[in-house]
């Protein structure tokens, strides 16, 4: 099951070795230490006992990580297809937009990408990982890995048919490249059949593979 | 000019290569994979580095490196040079650490708690 269809209203089967989400546990804490994470401990150490950052703020910048996922990008999403002054807003100046709902983009230059009738957006980020953190969350594997990075850009269409989306000839497909400091996020078209629903409800249907482009929000059931 | 070609390419720059299919692979970020996003953003935050510097690390690293180490391996390699050039520790510090912890224990949990009271 795609990671983007789990039903949240329904108590979730947990699989031996896998996690609360779905997923594998990355081998780490009874895997025998390896030189990075030496590394990393050791860096970790030197910088508190300099005074330069304290245990305290890394646990907070990993709580402040781990609290961003897609569902803050829905609640934007679900905003801008209820309200077109905020619609319009958001397309003018995503982070500025963004911020309004309480999703700090700090730095960075947030372009939003409108799917309509006749053009499709996806995003990528050939040269590293480059992803719209703060409103998704950190990327998945595939994303910073070097099939999807080499050839989204090249054959779009392929790829997004790997993902199970076949558009067809007629829906111009336009990639946006991201670099450290513009990211890109899609806004996809509002389901058919979804008039008169709440935003809590609409952002229920948008799914993190529609803002990346690879996929389409939920069809209203 | 001639047409640069494939080879002529950083090995980072790979948009538009030939590749295999996306493997949709996913998983939770380990707890040493987040210390070390949390120790990048803390750092561009304070303004020891930037993310150029993270990038310009990963991109000196070599091809080898590159391919074969996973994404927060090369992120702390990059985060652990952007840190000595400015000046945060030295490598002679650093290398006196890794060998202490190193030294605590064979898994990352027994290795890292010396650093945690609150786990004692």
């Not at chain 1, 983009?105 to 995003?123: G, M, R, S, Y």
């Not at chain 2, 120790?39 to 990038?55: A, I, N």
Request: net charge negative; charged share 25%; proline share 6%.
């Amino acid at each position: 099951m795609p990671h983007d269809d789990h039903d949240h209203d329904h108590e979730h089967v947990h699989h031996e070795g896998m996690s609360p989400s779905g997923h594998p546990y990355r081998a780490d804490q009874d895997e025998p230490l390896t030189y990075w994470q030496t590394m990393e401990i050791a860096v970790r150490e030197l910088l508190e006992e300099k005074g330069i950052f304290s245990a305290a703020e890394i646990a907070t910048a990993i709580g402040r990580m781990d609290a961003r996922s897609p569902a803050d990008g829905a609640r934007v999403v679900a905003k801008a297809w209820t309200d077109p002054a905020f619609k319009a807003r958001l397309m003018a100046d995503g982070s500025a937009a963004a911020a309004e709902l309480g999703c700090a983009i700090d730095a960075l230059k947030l372009v939003v990408v409108e799917n309509t009738a006749d053009t499709h957006n996806v995003i990528v980020c050939t040269l590293c990982s480059c992803y719209p953190r703060n409103l998704l969350g950190l990327p998945p594997d595939w994303y910073k890995n070097r099939a999807y990075r080499s050839r989204v850009v090249k054959e779009p269409r392929s790829v997004l048919a790997e993902f199970g989306l076949a558009l067809p000839d007629s829906i111009r497909v336009r990639v946006h490249d991201s670099t450290a400091d513009m990211r890109y996020i899609v806004l996809p078209a509002r389901p058919a059949g979804t008039e008169g629903w709440s935003e809590e409800r609409l952002a229920a249907l948008v799914t993190r593979d529609s803002m990346i482009g690879v996929g389409l929000p939920h069809a209203a059931a | 000019m001639s047409k640069q070609s494939e080879t002529d390419l950083r090995y980072h720059d790979m948009g538009g290569l030939p590749a295999g299919p996306v493997e949709r692979s996913e998983h939770d970020y380990a707890l040493w994979e987040k210390r070390v996003d949390a120790l990048m953003v803390l750092s561009t935050s304070r303004g020891l580095f930037t993310v150029d510097g993270l990038r310009r690390a990963i991109e000196d690293m070599g091809p080898d490196a590159y391919e074969t180490r996973s994404y927060y391996e090369r992120w702390i390699y990059a985060v652990n040079r952007n840190l000595i050039e400015a000046g945060a520790y030295t490598p002679d510090e650093l290398a006196a650490r890794m060998e202490a912890v190193a030294a605590r224990g064979a898994d990352y949990a027994t290795c890292s708690r010396a650093a945690e009271p609150s786990d004692a």
